[in-house]
């Protein structure tokens, strides 16, 4: 396989699964995915999970359980956090799309991947993507003055971002290696940080 | 997954026609509930008809103090509106009580509201279930049934309905617009908007095929505190055992206004106006409130594994008016 430079070579090179050859409706859409333009040709039935690892080959993005329990799948829809399993591919033509490999790459880390390998806030690994795309869109709601369930009074404004508020905020991510110490930690670190911890 | 056609809908309008234009045809929102059961091949439309950019969004104010939710407005974005938050509290608590951010990111209010009733066999297709296959027998009577309802059951289905939304929803008098085919919209309250399962455990709200959720009207808020108490199995991420929501104004000695439903424990959200009946008037303490939650609870029937919900629901109530009541 020819290497490539993230992002413009995979723009030229065409979806590689072929439409289903079942017969089942498909679809040509563009997906617009870590800055990148991507031209497919999807069975509709294809979710965005399955759209960005068995056709765009950006393989960062998990899939757990494929029934939103479990937040490995977790990308950034026009900066907002959701599971890529539950939604179709052909439901987000035209949205900026960000996963784990467009929030920074091993030159250039987003200061939340920084901040897992300072911490060792992983084991295997598997759900880290998803918990570092969740960590990154979790921050720009506590920044939008959101609240949580464990926001004593919802009234309230801004949030004080606790360890408490951080753990449910975050509840959407499994960690079957129970790394959730040291995510906790990570994630700690970035919010302390400048700009509390939002990309530039 | 079953395949389908897909279409985009440019307007609420064109969406009820493509649905009264097409045989087994649903709408999809945030597509938590529907994708999920889909790719089980519980759900098997023929044709989905993509109302998620609806121009439906928007969360305005109507004359007289109340909030009109728009059916595509995010969970998310709902529950972190000022206007909620201040007004409405219980519907933020709840709503936040719910699912994860990620899912509460995508679902929307209308999508919430249609979510299945439903249990564990209803997911598992080798079990028998009168919802998934009307007269083919229910798994969870005499099975294992934990999880399952205490108050409205019938021998056909004892599943409950999983949405907290909807029990702040029910204690604030919602009503919900609905757009028919024809163009014609109409308003039903969100109280008679559920089914219990009866003979037809299938039939789970008074919507008809095709017809499509336009909005969730709030009537204003009596004054008074408004508390959402959740009770589960772990401490986040996980469905109801038992929720209550409450709203209790108490003036000069007395319970003025009081609302109580009860989320986990039936087919649909469950108001107690027997336990708000037993309330209002009444000097507030914490025996006012046990008799509160008896009458809530009287009708209670257990199948086994659930009966510790009857307890779990009393107790869960007189915890929250308690705290609602403190002065
Ligand atoms: C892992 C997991 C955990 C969860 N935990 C909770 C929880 O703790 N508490 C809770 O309350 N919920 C929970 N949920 C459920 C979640 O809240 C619902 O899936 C969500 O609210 C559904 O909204 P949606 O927009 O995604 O609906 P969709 O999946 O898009 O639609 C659901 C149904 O509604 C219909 N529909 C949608 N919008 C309209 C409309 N405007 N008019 C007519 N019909 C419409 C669709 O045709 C479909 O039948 C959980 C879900 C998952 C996957
Ligand atoms: S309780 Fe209802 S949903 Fe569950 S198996 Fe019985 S009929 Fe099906
Ligand atoms: S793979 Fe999407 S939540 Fe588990
Ligand atoms: S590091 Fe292994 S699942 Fe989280």
Known sequence: MPKSTPGVERAARPAAKPAAPTGAPTQKLELEVNRTSYALDVDVRTSLLDALREHLHLTGTKKGCDHGQCGACTVLIEGRRINACLTLAVMHEGDQITTIEGLGAPEALHPMQAAFLARDALQCGYCTPGQICSAVGMLVEVAAGWPSHATPDVGTRPVELTDGEIRERMSGNLCRCCAYPNILAAIRDVASGPNGGRSP | ?327
């Open chain 2, 1 to 327: 997954m079953k395949a389908f056609t897909y279409e985009r809908a440019a307007d609420a309008r064109a969406a009820v026609a493509a649905a009264a234009a097409r045989a087994n045809a649903k709408f999809i929102a945030g597509g938590t509930n529907l994708l999920d059961l889909m790719r089980l091949e519980i759900e098997q439309p023929a044709h989905l008809i993509d109302i998620s950019r609806l121009p439906l969004q928007a969360i305005d104010d109507e004359p007289g103090g109340g909030l009109r939710l728009g059916a595509q407005a995010r969970n998310s974005d709902t529950a972190a509106d000022p206007r909620v938050r201040t007004r409405y509290p219980l519907l933020s608590q709840a709503l936040l009580a719910g699912a994860s951010a990620q899912l509460r990111n995508k679902a929307s209010i209308g999508g919430n509201l249609l979510q299945r009733t439903r249990c564990a066999y209803f997911y598992d297709t080798t079990a028998p279930c009168n919802k998934r296959t009307p007269g083919g027998g229910c798994a969870a009577i005499g099975g294992l049934n934990r999880n399952h309802a205490i108050l409205g059951a019938s021998d056909a289905c004892i599943a409950t309905n999983p949405s907290d939304m909807a029990v702040a929803l029910m204690a604030l008098d919602a009503e919900v617009e609905l757009l028919g085919a024809t163009g014609a919209s109409r308003r039903v309250a969100l109280r008679d908007f559920y089914l219990l399962p009866e003979t037809t455990p299938h039939i789970e709200t008074v919507v008809h095929p095709g017809e499509l959720i336009t909005a969730v009207v709030l009537p204003r808020a009596p004054a008074g505190r408004q508390l959402y108490r959740k009770v589960r199995d772990r401490a986040s991420y996980e469905f109801a055992l038992v929720s209550v929501g409450v709203l209790l104004a108490v003036e000069k000695g007395t319970v003025e206004e009081v609302r109580v439903a009860l989320g986990g424990v039936a087919h649909k959200p469950w108001r107690a106006l027997e336990a708000e009946a037993v309330l209002r008037g009444r000097a507030p303490s914490v025996a006012a409130y046990q008799a509160a939650a008896d009458a809530a609870l009287a009708r209670a029937v257990g199948r086994g594994h659930n009966d510790f919900k009857i307890e779990l629901a009393k107790r869960t109530l007189v915890d929250a008016l308690t705290k609602a009541g403190r002065p």
